[in-house]
């Protein structure tokens, strides 16, 4: 059962665009997670989001986490070619603390 | 800093043949977990152990089998390998006073594909 729908699952944009990524549950989620993959490597986090409505920024990407915790968008603004990658976000379930659950990825490619 | 080392890095089996890969932290990491990386199946967790000498069952564990002799090392084995296990294995590790909130760390993977 997926419990976390990640959207789009593809994404192809000119640099200076702007974009945003969806993820979605019907489940509460204690915190969320969005991490970028790039080829050949593990996913490295980016940020963390553990109270409902709470924004966070990261130079150029905005994180925010729905007011009842069960839903997180990514906006990118002005993408680069760098920002290049697989996005992914990962919940952890009120209650289970032990295993995070994951959405299936949103790859971005930023053409220059 | 290593952080999180998987080997190998690649590896092709036969069909019915068994290997181990190993996962090793050094951040004195208490929870460790290994993952199977497919194309449209997002990560899917196999087992993961939250303390030495633990193990417990992910999402997908039929077919593997783990081991957490040290804190440190997580093994992932598989005894008769099978075409429908060729994939990305990841192997993760966090704190686990931060598990809700902290950081999970990635080994770089192991590809590996069965014949």
């Known amino acids: 059962t997926q419990l976390l729908e990640q959207s789009p699952q593809f994404l192809s944009i000119q640099e200076g665009e702007n974009l945003t990524v969806y993820c979605n549950s019907s489940?509460?989620?204690?915190?969320l997670q969005w991490y970028r993959q790039e080829p050949g490597e593990g996913p490295v986090l980016l940020v963390t989001?553990?109270?409902g409505g709470e924004v966070k920024k990261l130079k150029r990407l905005t994180f925010q986490f729905g007011d009842a915790r069960k839903d997180s968008s990514l906006h990118i603004t002005a993408a680069q070619p760098g920002d290049t990658g697989l996005y992914l976000c990962?919940?952890?379930?009120?209650?289970?603390?032990?295993?995070?659950?994951w959405g299936l990825g949103t790859s971005l490619a930023v053409n220059p | 800093n290593a952080g999180v080392t998987q080997t190998p890095k690649f590896r092709v089996l036969k069909t019915g043949q068994s290997m181990t890969l190993l996962c090793a932290q050094d951040m004195n990491h208490e929870y460790m977990y290994w993952y199977r990386q497919d194309p449209g199946m997002g990560l899917r967790l196999i087992h993961y152990?939250?303390?030495?000498?633990?193990?417990a069952k992910g999402e997908v564990p039929d077919g593997y089998n783990v081991s957490r002799l040290k804190k440190q090392n997580f093994l992932l084995g598989l005894e008769s390998a099978a075409p429908s296990q060729t994939s990305v294995y990841f192997c993760?590790?966090?704190?686990?006073?931060?598990?809700?909130?902290?950081?999970?760390?990635f080994g770089e993977g192991s590809r590996l594909t069965v014949l």
């Open positions: 990962a919940g952890a379930e009120a209650g289970n603390n032990r295993k995070l659950i």
């Open positions: 489940s509460v989620f204690s915190s």
């Open positions: 989001v553990v109270t």
């Open positions: 152990s939250v303390g030495e000498g633990t193990t």
């Open positions: 993760a590790s966090i704190n686990g006073l931060a598990v809700n909130t902290g950081e999970l760390f």
